[in-house]
């Protein structure tokens, strides 16, 4: 049959995309290398709105493979940001997921990568604030980020505990 292609890895597992690719699977980064009309996966690590927008006019067949702990973290940030949030991502700025969250909310999305970079902030007092984490880190990634966070900003606040 015709190609399924894969926006980025799917997962960051070497062996799953090599079985894909040697079954017909095509990898590719940007939704415009992918034929008018083809089946598109779109990877555990999301995709921002304006992606999906972009497959939809190509009129591809989207397999939407996000992880639902990613999806619950774009239902946040674009929830929030509407409610007049500015939102602080703790991650890595080029990780794929990180763009994908900053696309849920355009313009209103910081992404922290350290302690230094939490310390560069100025929002004043009355900025409502969120923070959110890139799924992928561990608590020991991001711990004194966090906290760093909540030292600076008492009034920041989160995901509720337990629920991702």
Known sequence: GS?????????????????????????????????????????????????????????????DATCPLVTKVHVYVKQKAEQGYHIILIGHKNHVEVIGTQGEAPGAVTVVESVEDVEQLSFSDSQKLFYATQTTLSLDDCGAIRQALIEKYPKIETIPSGSI
């Open 3 to 63: 190609p399924v292609y894969v926006k980025h890895s799917i997962v960051h597992n070497e062996v799953v995309c090599e079985a894909m690719r040697k079954k017909g699977a095509v990898f590719v980064e940007e939704i415009s290398d992918i034929p008018r009309g083809a089946v598109a996966v779109f990877s555990a690590h999301g995709v921002s709105p304006a992606v999906r927008a972009e497959a939809e006019a190509r009129q591809l067949q989207v397999v």
